[in-house]
C-alpha cells in the first residue's frame, strides 16, 4: 500500500488545520500498515478512525469557510459531500465483511493530497487574511482583528 | 477493551479543561468494564451518566473559548455538534437492543485523544492568556462561577 510522507508543501499555514490533515495522513499510513500486518482487526478499527476523524475535519473546514465568507463554499461542500457518500459505501461494504482497505487507501492517498492543495489552497489565504490569529501573537491580532471589524 | 490511559501529551495546561478530560475518561474506562458484563441497565446508566458529563464540558468549554475570542470557535463547535449527533446515533440503536458498547467505545477512545490533541491543543494559548487576564482583575470568582453554571 501507498504510503503519504507529511511534506512542507503541505502545510497551509493555519495550525489547526495543518493539524488535521497530519492526523488523517497518520491514519492513511496506519491503514497500511495494519493492512500489511494482515491485521483484520485492527484494520477496521483504523478504517472506522479515518472515516469519523475525516468527517469531522469537513465540519471544522465548513464552518471556517462560512466564518471567513468564502464564495466558493458551497462548491467546496459539494465536493466534501461526493467524498461523504463515497465513504459511507465504504464504511457499508466494510461492514457487509469485505475488505476495502487497499482500494479505500488508494482513494484516499489521491484525495487528500489534491484536496490540500487545491481546494484548501483557494480558501486559506481568506482565512488568513480575516483571521489574523495564525500571524503568532494570538491575543494581540485577534484584538486587531475585533478593531478592524467594529471600526474600519 | 484497553483502558484509555492518560499520557502527558493529553494535559491541555488548563486545569480546569484536564480535569474534566480526566472525569471523561473514567467514564469511558468505567464503560468499558461494565461492558462485558452485558448488564444493560449498568450499561445505560454509565453512558447516560458519560453523554450528560461530555454536554456540560462541551458547553463549558465552548464558553471559555468565546469568552477568549478564539477565532476558531465555530469550527470547534460544529466538530462537537457532530460528535452529539455520533453519539445520539449510537444511542438510539442501543434502545433498539442492538449492542453497539464495543463499537461505541472504540469510537469515544480515538475521538477524545485525536480531539484533545489537535483541537483543543489549538485555543490553548489564547484561553489561557484570557483566564490570566481575567484572575489578575482580581475577579477569581469567575472561574468558578462558570464551573458552577454548567456542572450545577
Do not use: C
Not at chain 2, 455520533?86 to 469510537?107: A, S, T, W
Amino acid at each position: 500500500m501507498a504510503y503519504i510522507k507529511w511534506i512542507g508543501d503541505y502545510a497551509t499555514g493555519i495550525n489547526v488545520i495543518d493539524s488535521q490533515h497530519k492526523r488523517i495522513v497518520h491514519y492513511i499510513n496506519q491503514l497500511g500498515d495494519a493492512q500489511n500486518m494482515n491485521e483484520p482487526e485492527l484494520t477496521g478499527e483504523v478504517l472506522m478512525n479515518l472515516v469519523d476523524y475525516t468527517l469531522s475535519h469537513f465540519a471544522f473546514e465548513e464552518s471556517l469557510m462560512e466564518d471567513v465568507g468564502y464564495d466558493a463554499a458551497a462548491i467546496h461542500i459539494k465536493t466534501h459531500d461526493a467524498f461523504r457518500e463515497k465513504i459511507k459505501n465504504y464504511k457499508k461494504r466494510y461492514k457487509a465483511g469485505e475488505d476495502v482497505a487497499e482500494e479505500l487507501n488508494q482513494l484516499l492517498n489521491i484525495w487528500l493530497v489534491s484536496h490540500i492543495q487545491d481546494d484548501d489552497g483557494s480558501y486559506v489565504p481568506m482565512v488568513k487574511e480575516k483571521i489574523p490569529e495564525i500571524n503568532g501573537d494570538e491575543t494581540q491580532s485577534w484584538i486587531k482583528y475585533k478593531i478592524k471589524q467594529f471600526f474600519k | 477493551m484497553a483502558h484509555i490511559k492518560w499520557t502527558d501529551d493529553l494535559n491541555t495546561s488548563i486545569q480546569v479543561i484536564d480535569g474534566q478530560h480526566h472525569r471523561i475518561v473514567e467514564y469511558i474506562n468505567m464503560l468499558d468494564d461494565i461492558s462485558s458484563s452485558h448488564e444493560k441497565d449498568k450499561v445505560e446508566k454509565v453512558l447516560n451518566e458519560l453523554v450528560d458529563y461530555t454536554l456540560s464540558h462541551f458547553a463549558f468549554e465552548e464558553s471559555l473559548m468565546e469568552d477568549a475570542g478564539y477565532s476558531f470557535i465555530n469550527g470547534h463547535k460544529r466538530v462537537h455538534q457532530l460528535f452529539v449527533k455520533r453519539v445520539g446515533d449510537f444511542l438510539q440503536r442501543f434502545k433498539m437492543g442492538e449492542d453497539i458498547v464495543d463499537e461505541l467505545l472504540m469510537m469515544l477512545k480515538s475521538w477524545l485523544i485525536n480531539h484533545i490533541r489537535s483541537d483543543d491543543n489549538d485555543y490553548v494559548a489564547i484561553v489561557k492568556s484570557n483566564m490570566e487576564n481575567i484572575n489578575t482583575a482580581s475577579n477569581d470568582g469567575w472561574l468558578k462561577k462558570s464551573v458552577k453554571k454548567f456542572f450545577g
